[in-house]
């Protein structure tokens, strides 16, 4: 049981490190890239949270990124291996083309994510582990507190920008 938890807090925190490294890299915090993207940044901004990371969780409302990808890319892990999770990449693009979306962040997310999780896999993780995670994961950025989010992902941009 402990070594279970203990392999989901890992998977937990390289989910988290690789969907906010992956947003910040291809610049999600920039601007409102999708519809409804800007909308959600200013939303808030206006409740006291920081523009830029509300602009990155609006772009993670909006269209598949970095979070989704990585979650779909361990989906297709657990049910195909390699191949699922290239195939979920595949799927992630073609969702960015929907959401009119460049779907860089989403496609590259669950293309590093697939390999991420394959190495993990290695040392014992289990591909659910990060299934898990990557929803733990989504959980804490978006579930648990958009202002201070926000306010997290600004003082990531600042570092970026």
Known sequence: ??????????????????????????????????SGAEAIG????????NLYGGRMIGNIVSSPDASAGILLAACGVFVAGIPGGLAAAALVYIGNRICHDRGYAGTSGA???TFVIAGFMQ???LAS???VGS?????TIQG???????????RLWRWRA
């Open 1 to 34: 049981m402990f070594e279970e938890v203990s392999r989901i807090v890992l998977a937990t925190a390289t989910a988290w490190i690789l969907f906010l490294v992956i947003d910040v890299f291809f610049r999600l915090p920039q601007k409102g890239g999708v």
């Open 42 to 49: 200013s939303a808030i901004e206006g409740r006291g949270g």
């Open 111 to 113: 293309v590093v994510a």
């Open 123 to 125: 040392a014992g993780f």
């Open 129 to 131: 582990d990060f299934i």
């Open 135 to 139: 929803v733990l994961a989504v959980l």
């Open 144 to 154: 648990i507190s958009h202002i201070h989010a926000s306010r997290l992902i600004g």
